[in-house]
């Protein structure tokens, strides 16, 4: 009787301490990053294989199938050839939410970094995801998303990006039932702009300056000081690039992850190495990395590396 009693008692104890555990990691923060910028940001990469340019290379669906990286994205798809959508990885993108899966570009036949940048961070987490994406084409920090400290008149798409970052966070559990009754924590910030200021020599001349002033600013606004910021190269002319204000602002770029006050909390991905030529790309649209879908997810992917190193060092 009393060893029955033991196992009866042993039994009950390492019930109610799965019972803990479990209630302790319902209760852990879902990580929010919010994923900002302008057009490629949004996203131009291609799902669908368009035969009919370059035999469909450059697309989602070559990229699984017969991209020498394809090894990188087997979990995209099911054995019944179907996308899958992550349940512990949710996105917000202007009002349209669900699960993380290729479709969250500029429509729902493209992506984004959010695709690879998910799946690196869903996979590093125990706890839920929850990407936030606010980006629009064709927006500089020199004027859309000027900063409150780089004086002169705050951008506007700065004032939305900030105002609609926190009705998400505060709306949440609505939006995302699922969810309901967990805490958000902002968690980071992935950033991917620039074109709009390197054709722009005022803009570009400034551009060092307004980004360090953007990043003080959204993190003041956000009440998450020492925020993880990830910076994202504009480098979507490839290697080669020749141009003096190009070259500038991606240096720029480059600069503001090296500043002192920066150091642990923000970093610099390059990403000119994940070009591909017009002839390897579903389009020659050089200012959207030709529309090539495994560009855009390499380009996620190692901003998410990249987020996860500054969140283990913070």
Not at 54 to 63: A, C, K, V
Not at 73 to 102: A, H
Not at 141 to 157: L, Q
Request: net charge negative; glycine share 12%; with cysteine.
């Amino acid at each position: 009787m009393r060893n029955h009693l033991g196992r009866f008692g042993l039994s009950v104890a390492l019930l109610s301490f799965l019972t803990l555990g479990h209630s302790a990691a319902a209760e852990a923060p879902v990580k929010v990053f919010l994923l900002a910028g302008q057009s490629n940001m949004v996203g131009a990469g291609q799902i669908k294989a368009n035969p009919d340019r370059n035999d469909g290379q450059g697309s989602l669906e070559w990229m699984v199938e017969s991209s020498p990286l394809k090894a990188k994205v087997q979990g995209l798809r099911n054995s019944s050839g179907e996308w899958v959508e992550r349940d512990d990885v949710r996105i917000w993108n202007f009002g349209r939410t669900g699960g993380l899966k290729p479709g969250y570009g500029s429509n729902p036949g493209t992506i984004g970094p959010e695709l690879g940048f998910g799946m690196v961070v869903g996979e590093a987490f125990d706890e839920p995801v929850l990407l936030i994406k606010i980006a629009w084409g064709g927006k500089s920090i020199g004027k859309d998303f000027r900063p409150p400290s780089a004086g002169g008149e705050v951008g506007p798409e700065y004032r939305i990006l900030v105002d609609r970052t926190k009705e998400v966070l505060e709306d949440a559990g609505r939006q995302f039932p699922e969810l309901a009754g967990r805490t958000f924590e902002l968690a980071g910030i992935g950033w991917h702009q620039g074109w709009n200021d390197r054709v722009n020599q005022e803009f570009n001349d400034a551009y060092e300056v307004n980004l360090a002033h953007f990043i003080r600013d959204i993190r003041r606004d956000l009440k998450s000081p020492d925020l993880p910021f990830v910076i994202a190269e504009t480098g979507m002319s490839g290697p080669n690039e020749k141009h003096p204000r190009a070259l500038s602002l991606m240096a720029a770029q480059a600069a503001v992850a090296k500043m002192p006050e920066f150091q642990g909390n923000v970093a610099f991905v390059g990403t000119r190495n994940f070009y591909r030529s017009p002839e390897a790309s579903p389009s020659g649209q050089q200012y959207h990395w030709n529309s090539n879908a495994e560009t855009y997810y390499l380009i996620g992917e190692a901003m998410g590396e990249a987020m996860l190193e500054l969140c283990s060092s913070k």
